[in-house]
């Protein structure tokens, strides 16, 4: 268990400069860094990510950009997306042919998580066999159609591409949120699954059979997590354990898969905040030793999120201060810090591997603008549009 005795009060109020002027950055930097094909780079400046997009950390900054308004920077992100599936639909129906014969391709053969920023597979080493991501950004779909009436027609092939791919390829162990554990299913990999399955079938753009079969591919997922990846009335990070992971929270808020409401949800946030939080920065999980396991401001913003949507908007007020203090003097927020290790001997070896940890990193911008907005808070839109964003030197 962590020691909490660190704990202490946050340094900003939502009301001042401080945090408008990280949104507001936050903002400015992920339309500066996409791409004019709709790629948004991971970090522009960090070795192992420059020049890659991922489906899951690209569709929750296309999510946070679509609540913040920029519908056409979420549609140019979803019509990137789009095409790295619709190229790939025959490797896709083999893939679920395969499946569905009791015959699965290895992993190796597997969609990839993250792609160039062309839209091609890297020709270097990955931990690449993920399934979330590709739940996540149904979900963020079907959120931006709701939020803003907005038509799904134009991704409708890549849509049921997606779901058939889900469908077939759910119950499979692969790598989770962290490329890490490929052994293992993993439950917030599942939640994603679910939430997005569930999410696009409600829209209508699903053939009515296929809709069906996302529908009830998302119960199917729902009664296993209840049965394998519940323990003492939290989720657990994979089917089978007790143990606990904080991407768990992005199944309470705001992907919705659990009602933030619920018993279920209530212990979940309890035990993270109880295990992983320490002076409201928030672990990834208590054996982390990348870069030494320290805290990452974008999963503040995730409890911050559950807080909110649960009910506890003061706590969750306190999460976004203390992510805002972790930005730089130019306003942006790293990937995590190092205020308080899990694993200090294990700092410096990643640092002599990959040098610093990812500064900025835009997915921890993109839960920070969305916490902010479930919160309500202010900030100027017209300092938001880049004065002088070149599109052609993030490529």
Request: hydrophobic fraction near 40%; charged fraction near 20%.
């Amino acid at each position: 268990m962590i020691d909490k005795s660190m704990q202490g009060s946050t340094v900003t109020r939502n009301g001042d400069p401080a945090v408008r002027s990280v949104v507001q950055a936050g903002i400015r930097l992920i339309l500066e860094q996409q791409t004019p094909g709709g790629a948004y780079p991971a970090s522009p400046s960090f070795s192992a990510y420059a020049g890659y997009c991922w489906f899951r950390d690209g569709s929750y900054i296309a999510d946070a950009m679509s609540a913040a308004g920029h519908i056409e920077s979420a549609e140019r992100f979803f019509d990137w997306c789009s095409t790295a599936l619709t190229s790939r639909a025959g490797r896709i129906r083999r893939i679920v042919a395969e499946s569905l014969s009791g015959r699965p391709v290895a992993g190796d053969q597997m969609l990839p998580t993250r792609f160039t920023l062309d839209g091609a597979e890297g020709s270097d080493d990955w931990w690449d066999f993920q399934l979330d991501g590709y739940g996540t950004w149904l979900w963020a779909l079907a959120e931006h159609s709701a939020r803003h009436d907005r038509s799904l027609a134009r991704w409708d092939e890549a849509i049921a591409l997606t779901v058939d791919y889900l469908s077939a390829s759910w119950e499979r162990p692969c790598y989770d949120w962290w490329e890490e554990a490929a052994q293992h299913v993993h439950v917030s990999t599942l939640g994603c699954i679910a939430s997005g399955l569930a999410s696009i079938a409600q829209t209508g753009i699903l053939e009515e059979s296929l809709s069906e079969r996302a529908a009830s591919t998302a119960d199917r997922i729902r009664r296993r997590v209840q049965v394998d990846g519940v323990r003492d009335n939290h989720l657990t990070k994979w089917l089978g354990t007790d143990t606990v992971d904080a991407s768990l929270l992005s199944l309470i808020a705001p992907m919705n898969f659990l009602p933030p409401h619920s018993p279920l949800s209530a212990g979940t946030i309890a035990v993270i905040e109880e295990q992983l939080t320490v002076d409201n920065g928030v672990h990834r999980y208590l054996a982390d030793t990348y870069y030494g396991g320290g805290q990452w401001p974008l999963l503040s913003c995730f409890l911050g999120l559950a807080h909110a949507a649960s009910g506890n908007r003061t706590r969750a007020h306190e999460l976004l201060e203390w992510a805002a203090s972790t930005a730089d003097a130019n306003d942006e927020l790293p990937e995590q810090v190092e205020h308080h290790l899990l694993d200090p001997d294990f700092l410096q070896p990643w640092n002599e591997r990959w040098g610093s940890s990812a500064n900025p990193l835009l997915w921890s911008h993109a839960m920070f603008i969305r916490l902010a907005i479930a919160l309500g808070v202010p900030y100027d839109t017209a300092e938001t549009t880049p004065a002088t964003a070149s599109k052609e030197n993030a490529q």
